[in-house]
């Protein structure tokens, strides 16, 4: 247990799943249905059914990179890549003035952002197990959770002294760009080989 609390390799995984998936899904819970009314003026039943646009997308996009990642054993481009769309999808958000390229803009960034979760949560198992694993998965988790608290409380301040969402869906693009290059240039697990060998005999050819 020590051993893991004490590892590099999963203080690095808290930051990166902090920066790629936790930061923005907090926002997007939080802050979404405000976002769609601003631009949209809907009732609130409309906004409610328009917020759940985004999620029904990450549904479908979680489980086609989720069962890619898989058959391929692949994990850090099925993490970066979705983080970088991710933080696409935010930053056109930014500056789209259409509703329906916004709800499209910002599905994008909830697909790429969830998206990350599958393979991410793959990695502490490949070089974790036992109580090492119990520890370190904890902690990731709980690295991750800060974001609960930083993220929504950064936007908020952003919004308040701004007046609208603009710089906060900026600083939203950026954290999620900011780890997925951390994803493309770190030492993290990757699943190897009886990993993905097991992962075949699950999911068939």
């Not at 009732?43 to 999620?55: C, K, W």
């Not at 036992?130 to 993220?151: C, K, R, T």
Request: charged share 10%; glycine share 12%; net charge neutral.
């Amino acid at each position: 247990m020590l051993q893991a609390l004490s590892s590099g390799t999963v203080w690095q995984l808290g930051l990166l799943v902090f920066l790629c998936e936790a930061f923005g899904s907090y926002f997007l819970g939080l802050w979404l249905p405000q976002i769609v009314r601003d631009f949209s003026g809907l009732s609130d039943f409309r906004v409610g059914l328009v917020s759940a646009v985004p999620y029904l997308v990450a549904a479908v996009a979680m489980v086609l990179v989720g069962g890619h990642s898989d058959r391929s054993g692949e994990r850090l481009l099925h993490i970066a890549a979705p983080a970088t769309a991710g933080g696409f999808g935010f930053l056109a958000s930014a500056y789209l003035h259409s509703p329906g390229l916004t709800v499209l803009a910002l599905s994008v960034a909830a697909a790429g952002l969830l998206s990350t979760q599958g393979p991410f949560w793959s990695l502490p198992s490949a070089f974790l197990s036992g109580s090492s694993a119990a520890g370190g998965i904890a902690l990731i988790n709980s690295v991750a959770n800060l974001s609960g608290f930083i993220g929504p409380y950064v936007i908020g301040l952003l919004r308040g002294a701004t007046g609208s969402s603009h710089s906060g869906l900026l600083l939203l693009a950026l954290v999620p760009l900011a780890g997925a290059a951390l994803h493309y240039v770190s030492d993290e697990p990757q699943c190897s080989r009886p990993c993905r060998e097991r992962s075949r005999r699950q999911l068939g050819p």
